[in-house]
């Protein structure tokens, strides 16, 4: 099967794009012309309770594993093998690359075999698209960020004050000033309006992004941790792991199904992979 995760829509229910019929099928039906079971979820907060955890790359791999459960659920058993394929764009690829990530701690009701990431929007540091500068650089253009980085860090900051802050509202991390109406332009307007509304009516990113004090910054840092640890240090051993299945799959058949497949591990599957490369050293 293949689990699709798909691009940024926005956090408003208004975006989910289940709710049109033909929503994205330029990413899922090249896949089912050539007999796949596919299946592009949407990710949880979009149509249903809560706040999409926009940008967190464990809810959105989530969303997508659940997906993948899901999809089994509802087609018959004989008709399936155990295998996935996780496959996205943008804010997809970065669902997809957490979800290789965090499968084997999460589970998938299966076996992902297989990633395809088109240019992933994928938070591995602090300063990822470019979050820092902006909040550092409150006297500057809006227009100077780019047409996305602003309305991507608009976003961000909502899913993460509705989320993650006890008792705050999710516009808190804006600017008073602005808040209300920032607050209802996200509630209510998709990614590429929303974004025309942040360079038009926002023309400096302090109207739009409030500066962090220094009284913050260790709620902006526990945010990027919580977020990026676990799965940045999971892909770590999963990019060792795959390292070790080259050199032991040089020598397997062609139709071997072990062959070059990347495997989730945990640190001690790791050093049981550099003790058999000592020992063939040896």
């Not at 399936?80 to 496959?87: D, G, P, R």
């Not at 227009?143 to 509705?162: Q, W």
């Not at 006890?166 to 332009?185: C, E, I, M, V, W």
């Not at 990347?262 to 050293?281: F, N, V, W």
Request: proline letters at 5%; hydrophobic letters at 35%.
């Amino acid at each position: 099967m293949i689990a699709v995760g798909h691009p940024s829509e926005g956090v408003s229910d208004g975006c989910t794009p289940s709710k049109t019929a033909t929503s994205y099928q330029d990413l899922a039906l090249p896949w089912a012309a050539l007999g796949y079971a596919v299946i592009v979820p949407d990710y949880a907060g979009l149509g249903t309770d809560g706040i999409q955890g926009y940008l967190d790359n464990t809810d959105s791999a989530h969303s997508l594993l659940d997906g993948a459960r899901a999809l089994r659920k509802l087609l018959p058993a004989r008709g399936l093998s155990k295998k996935i394929v996780l496959f996205g764009y943008s804010q997809g690829g970065g669902a997809a690359l957490s979800g290789q990530a965090l499968e084997k701690a999460y589970g998938a009701d299966g076996l992902v075999v297989g990633v395809v990431a088109f240019a992933p929007q994928w938070p591995t540091r602090l300063n990822s698209f470019g979050y820092v500068d902006i909040l550092d650089n409150p006297s500057g253009l809006t227009i100077g960020s780019g047409l996305s980085k602003s309305v991507i860090a608009v976003l961000r900051e909502y899913a993460y004050f509705g989320n993650h802050v006890a008792g705050a509202s999710p516009t808190d991390g804006f600017p008073s000033a602005k808040r209300d109406a920032l607050g209802q332009a996200v509630d209510t307007t998709c990614l590429i309006p929303l974004g025309g509304y942040v360079q038009v009516m926002e023309p400096t990113l302090g109207e739009s992004h409030r500066r962090y004090a220094q009284d913050d910054a260790p709620r902006l840092h526990r945010l990027e941790r919580d977020r990026m640890q676990r799965a940045r240090g999971e892909l770590s051993c999963v990019l060792d792991q795959e390292r070790a299945d080259r050199r032991q799959n040089r020598g397997a058949r062609a139709d071997d199904p072990r062959a070059g497949r990347i495997r989730l591990c945990c640190p001690r599957r790791k050093q049981r992979a550099r003790s058999t490369s000592s020992s063939r050293r040896a």
